[in-house]
């Protein structure tokens, strides 16, 4: 099965190769160095940009799920973004950062540092869910004895959220409308 994933918005593995003809006939007066800056300066606008288009208020607080990468080895852990707003997924404290939806459709981003690399995943609780069952999972989580059924069962993906806003059609909406028929 080909991966197949929508990048939201990185700053990681930026071509100038791809920018050059726009930047050079729109900026034809700078430097190629001040060029490449301002390509660095004009993405990191667009992310801007993804969180004004992603400004989805959900219920609850949004679950991530991370697997990190330190100076001492991988370790899970997770936290909540209190707000419940779907944007407030796109900050990271990290030097790159690429936030996609997965084949899967769950929104995932790949954050590395000068550690290592940080693979988030963010989650939205289930209406319904009780306290109980967040915190059963939450424990099972810092335990590192989670699994992808305890999420689901749980939680679930912010692809579909997301996939609304930028009309994507995408592998696990397909699956599931011919689940329907």
Same mark, same amino acid.
């Given at each position: 099965m080909k991966k197949e994933k929508h990048i939201i918005w990185s700053n990681y593995f930026l071509d100038y190769d791809d920018w050059k003809d726009d930047l050079e006939e729109q900026y034809p007066d700078l430097s190629e160095d001040e060029r490449i800056s301002l390509m660095y300066e004009i993405n990191n606008d667009y992310l801007e940009d993804e969180r004004m288009n992603l400004n989805i208020q959900l219920d609850r607080p949004i679950l991530v799920i991370g697997d990190l990468g330190l100076w001492d080895g991988r370790h899970s852990g997770y936290k909540e973004i209190e707000s419940g707003n779907i944007r407030d997924c796109l900050y990271a404290d990290t030097d790159y950062s690429t936030w996609y939806v997965d084949q899967l459709g769950d929104l995932r981003c790949d954050a590395i540092h000068h550690d290592g690399t940080n693979h @988030?995943? @963010?989650?939205? @609780?289930?209406d319904g869910i009780s306290d109980s069952q967040i915190d059963l999972l939450k424990e099972k989580? @810092?335990?590192g004895t989670a699994t992808r059924a305890d999420n689901t069962r749980v939680t679930r993906r912010l692809g579909d959220d997301i996939a609304r806003v930028y009309g994507l059609s995408l592998p696990w909406q397909r699956q599931s409308t011919e689940l329907q028929r």
């Open positions: @988030y995943l @963010y989650r939205a @609780y289930k989580l @810092y335990d």
